[in-house]
């Protein structure tokens, strides 16, 4: 008998719900037999459920992308509204909802990035960036982090410094990699350096390699402003303006992938505003429309926008503007405005740093600590001395795997990556429930502890 919405519909049990996704659907970055997902029915807040009735804390914010939280009703109904007026209109059309989040969002741009480019997602965001970037210049090589992710479409994963390019190699030529500001494990940081001599030195790297590459040969350099899932890097101050300077000083354009950090995520509109300094393009995502919908943007600066006036633009998307997705980020910002997110962040954020100090103090698995607004991780080590990895690079451990799978036991998502444990809280998240998810985090740690060696 063939499956129809009649025989699956929503009566499915928690086991026919996983069991059918697995036989039809592929999960991203897993090896098929091992993926053993959660059958996610519904969300509110902070929190989401299982079809077994089971609740779940969402100290991930999904893939660090429900920034307003689940099941907001101004999102939902938006989009229920737009669905009535008009469902879909071609990218050749202008509609009252693009007029006005294109509105919307120059506003709440830095400096004169005034024109978007809309995608469905971040990948394809800096897809065109790096079309953009090549047309405008005349140059072909860009420069990216080894510590990056920037998208799995073709160019994208050719961009990302992180070993899941590896698959997918060789990739767009042209590509130049550089060292991120990783202070906690840089070959260029000596213990007592102010911060100051240690961004000197990652941007005198820079240059160094700029000098070798032919500064003259690179079209863009691309940087996830925050580092996101190859361990949240914040860059030191001064990291962020004096590339601004660099690439000013040889022509290059600054691309700042803001797909994971921006919308509030670090308690500014974008996280490039913390440093004031103002990127050729940014490229965002995820929290544009706190995921309900898929949508991806490139915001580019006036200078790089006047030259489509005359010249073709070369990309397009069939859902390029689509009016739901536009719906639900206008929305999504309208809500963020009214709540004042970013103040909340910012408080939110002072809680998370003194809590995951907290941790530091208390465990010795906890070698590291880095956060900005609610964006943080706990890096975990067997060794404080020798900040020996509690996981491998690209890798994990049974320790890992056994922190990982008490958080679920105990009824919390999270995003744990070699020997990261994030804590990316959706941004609504109120002080009593980020101090019971550490009170959470707090025993889950005694299991890395154990591990530890002296």
Same mark, same amino acid.
């Given at each position: 008998?063939?499956?129809?919405?009649?025989?699956?519909?929503?009566?499915?049990?928690?086991?026919? +719900?996983?069991?059918?996704?697995?036989?039809?659907?592929?999960?991203?970055?897993?090896? $098929?037999?091992?993926?053993?997902?959660?059958?996610?029915?519904?969300?509110?807040?902070?929190?989401?459920?299982?079809?077994?009735?089971?609740?779940?804390?969402?100290?991930?914010?999904?893939?660090?992308?429900?920034?307003?939280?689940?099941?907001?009703?101004?999102?939902?109904?938006?989009?229920?509204? $737009?669905?009535?007026?008009?469902?879909?209109?071609?990218?050749?059309?202008?509609?009252?909802?693009?007029?006005?989040?294109?509105?919307?969002?120059?506003?709440?741009?830095?400096?004169?990035?005034?024109?978007?480019?809309?995608?469905?997602?971040?990948?394809?965001?800096?897809?065109?960036?790096?079309?953009?970037?090549?047309?405008?210049?005349?140059?072909?090589?860009?420069?990216?982090?080894?510590?990056?992710?920037?998208?799995?479409?073709?160019?994208?994963?050719?961009?990302?410094?992180?070993?899941?390019?590896?698959?997918?190699?060789?990739? !767009?030529?042209?590509?130049?990699?550089?060292? =991120?500001?990783?202070?906690?494990?840089?070959?260029?940081?000596?213990?007592?350096?102010?911060?100051?001599?240690?961004?000197?030195?990652?941007?005198?790297? +820079?240059?160094?390699?700029?000098?070798?590459?032919?500064?003259?040969?690179?079209?863009?350099?691309?940087?996830?402003?925050?580092?996101?899932?190859?361990?949240?890097?914040?860059?030191?101050?001064?990291?962020?303006?004096?590339?601004?300077?660099?690439?000013?000083?040889?022509?290059?354009?600054?691309?700042?992938?803001?797909?994971?950090?921006?919308?509030?995520?670090?308690?500014?509109?974008?996280?490039?505003?913390?440093?004031?300094?103002?990127?050729?393009? +940014?490229?965002?995502?995820?929290? !544009?429309?706190?995921?309900? !919908?898929?949508?991806?943007?490139?915001?580019?600066?006036?200078?790089?926008?006047?030259?489509?006036?005359?010249?073709?633009?070369?990309?397009?998307?069939?859902?390029?503007?689509?009016?739901?997705?536009?719906?639900?980020?206008?929305?999504?910002? $309208?809500?963020?405005?009214?709540? =004042?997110?970013?103040?909340?962040?910012?408080?939110?954020?002072?809680?998370?740093? =003194? !809590?995951?100090?907290?941790?530091? =103090?208390?465990?010795?698995?906890?070698?590291?600590?880095?956060?900005?607004?609610?964006?943080?991780?706990?890096?975990?080590?067997?060794?404080?001395?020798?900040?020996?990895?509690?996981?491998?690079?690209?890798?994990?451990?049974?320790?890992? $795997?056994?922190?990982?799978?008490?958080?679920?036991?105990?009824?919390?998502?999270?995003?744990?990556?070699?020997?990261?444990?994030?804590?990316?809280?959706?941004?609504?998240?109120?002080?009593?429930?980020?101090?019971?998810?550490?009170?959470? +985090?707090?025993?889950?740690?005694?299991?890395?502890?154990?591990?530890?060696?002296?």
């Amino acid at each position: 008998m063939t499956a129809t919405t009649e025989t699956i519909g929503s009566a499915m049990t928690a086991e026919e +719900i996983v069991a059918l996704t697995k036989r039809h659907t592929i999960f991203s970055w897993s090896a $098929q037999g091992s993926v053993n997902p959660i059958p996610m029915v519904r969300g509110e807040g902070i929190y989401f459920w299982d079809a077994n009735g089971k609740r779940y804390m969402d100290m991930n914010s999904q893939l660090m992308c429900v920034n307003i939280g689940h099941g907001d009703r101004r999102v939902i109904d938006a989009i229920k509204r $737009q669905a009535e007026e008009l469902a879909y209109a071609g990218p050749g059309m202008a509609t009252p909802v693009r007029a006005r989040v294109g509105k919307m969002l120059a506003d709440l741009t830095p400096g004169d990035l005034n024109r978007f480019f809309f995608t469905l997602g971040g990948a394809e965001a800096n897809e065109n960036a790096i079309r953009v970037a090549r047309m405008v210049t005349g140059r072909q090589k860009i420069m990216a982090r080894y510590r990056s992710y920037h998208g799995a479409t073709s160019g994208a994963i050719s961009l990302t410094g992180d070993p899941r390019r590896w698959a997918n190699e060789p990739g !767009l030529p042209g590509v130049v990699r550089f060292f =991120d500001p990783y202070k906690y494990r840089s070959h260029l940081f000596r213990e007592g350096d102010s911060d100051e001599m240690f961004t000197r030195r990652c941007l005198d790297e +820079i240059e160094e390699t700029l000098m070798y590459e032919g500064p003259q040969t690179i079209a863009a350099i691309f940087v996830e402003t925050v580092t996101g899932t190859n361990g949240l890097i914040v860059p030191p101050d001064g990291y962020l303006q004096g590339l601004r300077q660099i690439c000013d000083r040889y022509g290059i354009l600054l691309v700042c992938d803001e797909v994971m950090c921006g919308l509030g995520r670090t308690g500014k509109w974008f996280a490039a505003d913390h440093w004031n300094v103002v990127p050729d393009m +940014i490229t965002m995502a995820k929290g !544009l429309t706190s995921a309900y !919908l898929p949508l991806g943007a490139l915001a580019m600066s006036d200078r790089i926008a006047n030259y489509f006036d005359k010249n073709t633009f070369f990309g397009g998307l069939t859902y390029n503007a689509h009016p739901m997705s536009l719906a639900a980020a206008e929305a999504c910002l $309208q809500a963020m405005i009214d709540d =004042d997110t970013m103040v909340h962040t910012q408080k939110m954020g002072r809680v998370l740093r =003194d !809590l995951h100090g907290v941790m530091k =103090d208390k465990h010795p698995s906890v070698g590291d600590v880095r956060s900005i607004g609610l964006f943080g991780v706990l890096e975990l080590v067997r060794n404080r001395v020798t900040k020996e990895p509690m996981a491998p690079f690209n890798g994990t451990s049974p320790e890992m $795997q056994k922190l990982g799978a008490f958080l679920k036991e105990n009824g919390m998502y999270a995003f744990i990556n070699w020997n990261n444990l994030f804590t990316n809280p959706p941004l609504c998240i109120t002080e009593a429930q980020l101090r019971e998810a550490f009170e959470l +985090i707090d025993r889950a740690l005694d299991i890395t502890d154990a591990a530890v060696t002296h």
